[in-house]
């Protein structure tokens, strides 16, 4: 089993950054990529970006260039840096960890609000 908790939502205005951050606990060692999915009122979940045991990273179109994510693995924390943000990047962002055995966990989620 692998627990997570996400922490770093909020509200922020267009063009602000944000740093959302998750920690991961459990069985930690066989979690094998770590990502960062969102959720908009009305929309389906979508990947946002994710990162390899190695350090691979992978970003949806809509946020690269603005959306850096990282990990520690000295800390079992992933984070999700985000700038430039948009009012479209408003949504609930979910932490998740993909392991070895190809079973999904997903953190509780964390709201991000970009208004003005």
């Known amino acids: 089993q692998v627990q997570l908790v996400e922490s770093g939502g909020g509200l922020v205005q267009p063009g602000g950054s944000l740093r959302l951050s998750c920690a991961a606990s459990?069985?930690?060692?066989?979690?094998?990529?770590m990502g960062w999915y969102r959720q908009a009122p009305g929309k389906q979940r979508e990947l946002v970006a994710f990162i390899t045991s190695g350090g691979t990273t992978n970003y949806a179109d809509s946020v690269k260039g603005r959306f850096t994510i990282s990990r520690d693995n000295a800390k079992n924390t992933v984070f999700l840096q985000m700038s430039s943000l948009k009012p479209v990047d408003t949504a609930v962002y979910y932490c998740n960890a993909d392991t070895v055995a190809a079973v999904n966990y997903w953190g509780q989620g964390t709201q991000v609000t970009v208004s003005s």
């Open positions: 459990g069985n930690i060692a066989s979690i094998n990529v």
